[in-house]
């Protein structure tokens, strides 16, 4: 099994930045993929940004390139998401997800098995 803990939600005016991160415990080292998803109300969950956990591999949501960056830290088994420029519409809930194979390629919330809690990410107009 994998533990997956997010912090680092909170409230930023638009065109503003947050940092994300997420703490994987457990079994890491059969991680591949961690990526970041979200949800906003009344929509479905959708892909954020993904990152293979050898060799750092990137793939991210058209909706969000050039604005937010997925990173790793393999010392600390922690995934991160830089969020700048934000938008209202990036509100949403923020979940780290972890999937043990695979690439970045994989970009639905069905393909990964190992979600942590949320963490909400308000911006405000």
């Known amino acids: 099994q994998v533990q997956l803990v997010e912090s680092g939600g909170g409230l930023v005016q638009a065109g503003g930045s947050l940092g994300l991160s997420c703490a994987a415990s457990?079994?890491?080292?059969?991680?591949?993929?961690m990526a970041w998803f979200r949800q906003a109300p009344r929509k479905e969950r959708e892909f954020v940004a993904a990152?293979?956990?050898?060799?750092?591999?990137?793939n991210y949501a058209d909706s969000v390139k050039g604005r937010f960056t997925i990173s790793r830290d393999d010392a600390k088994n922690t995934v991160y998401l830089q969020m700048n420029s934000l938008k209202p519409e990036d509100t949403a809930v923020y979940y780290c997800?972890?999937?043990?194979?695979?690439?970045?390629?994989?970009?639905?919330?069905?393909?990964?098995?190992?979600w942590g809690q949320g963490t909400q990410v308000t911006v405000s107009s």
């Open positions: 997800a972890a999937r043990r194979f695979g690439t970045v390629v994989y970009t639905t919330s069905q393909e990964y098995p190992y």
């Open positions: 990152i293979s956990w050898t060799g750092g591999t990137t």
């Open positions: 457990g079994r890491t080292f059969s991680v591949a993929i």
